[in-house]
C-alpha cells in the first residue's frame, strides 16, 4: 500500500476529512514530506511509501464526457498483496466497516468466498471511482 492508515475509526474519519479538505481547495502535498505533515496536522496516524523527496501528485477524476476515461487498475503487486491477505474466515475488511453493520459479527467465509468478494471489491472500486 502507497499510503497506509491506521485500522482504526478515527484515523479512516480524519483522512476522509483530509480528502475532503483537497476536494473543497485546501492546497494538495506536492511531495511525501508534506503529505506527512498535512497528515500529522489532520490527525492521521498513517505511515507513507517512499523518501520525503517523492513526487506526490494528488487528481481528480475528469467527469465530462470528452475528457478520456481512466480506469485505474491495480498493478500485480498490489493485487498479489490484497489476495496475501484474503482467506477463510473473517474478511480483512478496515474497522469502520462494522459501523454499518450495528455490530453484527462479521461472517466467516470460504477461502473461496473470500477470494470472490476480494475480487468484487477490485472491481468495484475501480468504476465507482472509489467515492
Excluded: H
Excluded at 22 to 47: D, F, M
Excluded at 99 to 109: D, K, S, T, Y
Aim: glycine share 6%; net charge neutral.
Amino acid at each position: 500500500m502507497r499510503i497506509d492508515i491506521q485500522d482504526d475509526n478515527e484515523s479512516w474519519l480524519n483522512w476522509g476529512t483530509l480528502v475532503r479538505a483537497w476536494i473543497q481547495g485546501k492546497t494538495r502535498p506536492n511531495t511525501v514530506k508534506e503529505l506527512k505533515a498535512q497528515l500529522a496536522e489532520a490527525s492521521v496516524t498513517a505511515t507513507v511509501a517512499g523518501p520525503d523527496n517523492r513526487i506526490v501528485t494528488v487528481l481528480d477524476y475528469a467527469e465530462s464526457p470528452g475528457n478520456p476515461l481512466v480506469i485505474m487498475i491495480p498493478t500485480g503487486a498490489m493485487l498479489q498483496a490484497k489476495l496475501a491477505t484474503v482467506t477463510s474466515g473473517r474478511y480483512p475488511l478496515p474497522l469502520f466497516y462494522d459501523i454499518a453493520f450495528g455490530g453484527a459479527p462479521r461472517a466467516n467465509l470460504s477461502a473461496q468466498e473470500s477470494l470472490n468478494f476480494a475480487l468484487r471489491r477490485i472491481g468495484e472500486y475501480t468504476v465507482n471511482e472509489c467515492c
